[in-house]
């Protein structure tokens, strides 16, 4: 059987840090904006619970996603170690 190294691709320390920046800015600035809105204090939960909402959803999304592709990764990766099995058991010369 032939040898494969699988690459793992990893995120750099710079990547990671300014999506953890971004995310809290992003979250920092719609609280500030909800608790600044002129409005209710039922209108400002409101809006806050929908935000809630909406990032607990997109994180599900993501990790959904991610599932889905780890998985489509891992089938690819048994079909290709079948094939290169097939491969090398195979003999050309063999009188069928």
Known sequence: MSETTTVKQQNT????????ASFGV????????IYSLDADAWVRGFLAIGVLYLVTSA?????VIRDRQEA????SRVDQARL???LAEHDPFQKL
């Open 72 to 75: 489509g990764q891992i089938i």
């Open 13 to 20: 320390a710079a990547f990671y840090g300014q999506a953890v």
């Open 59 to 63: 994180f599900t999304l993501a990790k």
């Open 26 to 33: 992003a979250i920092g600035a719609v609280a500030l904006g």
């Open 84 to 86: 290169e099995k097939i």
